[in-house]
């Protein structure tokens, strides 16, 4: 167990539909990384949170956002979802910002029909 | 642009055997080189790590050999159990961007 948790486990929508996946870190942890699994991509990083600011940025589209709150959980938001957009989600922390030592949560495995 | 390329796709060890995988990597630009494992429906897990001021580091079975000119770094796993059958990830930490990017993956089965 990394001390990362995340819910929904899993999650059912419609295309077109708006959801939100949800990551509190590690204790301690100040960042907090969000990543998408899929077959044809592999683990590609989307976004990066360390302590409420937005810090780095990867393949994330524009229907997509995040935020961290103040007691450092953070919200990935996934709206006008289509069906490529089904995946596993995964969120990871660390503790600085650098990138180094991130431990990964359970996933969030989306399903957009 | 892949930056990091994995090898092999898959692997079957017979028990007690040495898996061995391999990450090739584009760009002089990366500072940090870690291994993750992943079991079916779990996140990917923090294996063992290395910088690239040191040619080896082993932690128990497992053991990573870094080439800083060849750009190539390795996963060496001793005396394979069928409990190491997972998904393993090689990663390169970007200096400038400072973000992960993984290697594709490489499906290891471990027959008993």
């Known amino acids: 167990d990394s001390g990362v948790t995340q819910t929904p486990k899993h999650l059912i929508t419609a295309t077109g539909q708006r959801v939100t996946l949800r990551c509190s870190p590690r204790?301690?942890?100040?960042?907090v990384y969000w990543y998408q699994q899929s077959l044809d991509q592999g683990l590609q990083f989307l976004i990066q949170?360390?302590?409420?600011?937005?810090?780095a940025k990867g393949n994330i589209l524009e229907r997509f956002s995040a935020q961290q709150f103040p007691d450092l959980h953070s919200e990935l938001n996934l709206s006008s979802l289509e069906l490529g957009d089904s995946a596993l989600y995964f969120c990871?922390?660390?503790?600085?910002?650098?990138?180094?030592?991130?431990?990964f949560g359970p996933g969030t495995r989306l399903t957009v029909t | 642009q892949q930056q990091v390329k994995q090898s092999p796709q898959s692997l079957i060890v017979q028990k007690g055997g040495i898996s061995i995988i391999n990450c090739a990597y584009e760009?002089?630009?990366?500072?940090?080189f870690p291994w993750y494992q992943q079991f079916p429906g779990k996140g990917p897990a923090l294996l063992i790590a290395i910088r690239p001021d040191v040619s080896e580091k082993k932690e128990g079975r497992f053991t990573i050999s870094f080439n800083k000119s060849a750009k190539q770094f390795s996963l060496h796993i001793m005396d394979s159990q069928p409990g190491d059958s997972a998904t393993y990830f090689c990663?390169?930490?970007?200096?400038?961007?400072?973000?992960?990017?993984f290697g594709t993956g490489t499906r290891l089965l471990v027959s008993p």
């Open positions: 990871a922390s660390s503790l600085g910002t650098g990138g180094y030592e991130q431990y």
């Open positions: 204790s301690g942890d100040l960042s």
């Open positions: 990663a390169v930490r970007s200096t400038g961007f400072q973000k992960l990017v």
């Open positions: 760009n002089t630009a990366f500072d940090y």
């Open positions: 949170y360390y302590n409420g600011e937005e810090r």
